[in-house]
């Protein structure tokens, strides 16, 4: 099984509204399309796990995790068809949630087993740690952040895969990636200014799913995966 690669085109978006959907468009190569979703209950309340789409085709859900009022919900579509279509979160379970970020990325990648590690804090420095369990894995980070003027700078041992930020709204995220090597790894990135933030990183390992579409390895029920 080799170590997975991280290829073709990112994307993010977020919004610092109130609503049930968000929308991102996305490049596609046909190896497996990865979607992040952090959500924020703006009312306290923990969000559901919600629906996710990429030109029409359904994601599989393939694990959560809450902490305080924040929702992370992990996507998955297998082999998508090559091409630009977007993505769309639908907020199943909280009509007053403001979606904090959704990232993307396509990767040869694959979860054999969820383990999620996550963290928040406020400081210029968010890290999290995690078990690695093989040299054959890759480790992914995602920071979401709220301060209205951000900037991301992983750790130098980490490859930015995408940000998103700007002067105007208070929503910014930050995706990167590093190999993996036995043992805990720490991911990390510093922030332009201190700031209130999210921190959360996961495996993936070279694939050995089949089948396409929406199909192939499964995940979690969302019980299960936040523990």
């Known amino acids: 099984m080799p170590q997975p690669t991280l290829t073709?085109?990112?994307?993010?978006?977020?919004?610092?509204?109130?609503?049930?959907?968000?929308t991102v468009s996305h490049t596609s190569n046909g190896?497996?399309?990865?979607?992040?979703?952090?959500?924020f209950g703006s009312a306290g309340t923990i969000v559901d796990v919600g629906t996710c789409t990429y030109g029409g085709t359904a994601l599989r859900f393939m694990g959560g995790y809450a902490l305080g009022t924040y929702t992370f919900n992990l996507f998955r579509l297998t082999s998508p068809t090559p091409g630009t279509a977007n993505i769309v979160f639908t907020n199943s379970g909280a009509?007053?949630?403001?979606?904090?970020?959704?990232?993307?990325?396509?990767?040869?990648?694959?979860?054999?087993?969820?383990?999620?590690?996550i963290r928040t804090g406020s400081s210029t420095t968010p890290s999290v740690p995690i078990v690695c369990e093989s040299t054959l894995e890759f480790i992914i980070d995602m920071v979401v952040?709220?301060?209205?003027?951000?900037?991301?700078?992983?750790?130098?041992?980490?490859?930015?895969?995408?940000?998103?930020?700007?002067?105007?709204?208070?929503i910014?995220?930050?995706?990167?990636?590093?190999a993996g090597s036995v043992g805990t790894v720490t991911m990390s990135q510093t922030l332009g200014s201190s700031?209130?933030?999210?921190?959360?990183?996961?495996?993936?390992?070279?694939?050995?799913?089949?089948g396409g579409g929406a199909g192939g390895v499964g995940g979690p029920t969302l019980g299960e995966a936040w523990g």
């Open 8 to 22: 073709g085109v990112a994307s993010s978006g977020r919004s610092s509204g109130t609503q049930t959907t968000l």
């Open 195 to 210: 700031d209130v933030w999210t921190h959360i990183a996961f495996p993936l390992v070279g694939s050995a799913a089949s």
């Open 31 to 39: 190896d497996h399309l990865w979607a992040v979703v952090a959500i």
């Open 145 to 170: 952040a709220d301060n209205v003027s951000q900037t991301f700078t992983p750790d130098a041992s980490q490859s930015q895969i995408v940000q998103n930020t700007d002067a105007t709204s208070n």
């Open 95 to 117: 009509p007053d949630a403001r979606f904090t970020g959704l990232g993307a990325f396509n990767s040869s990648g694959d979860l054999d087993a969820i383990r999620l590690a």
């Open 172 to 178: 910014h995220l930050s995706l990167s990636s590093k």
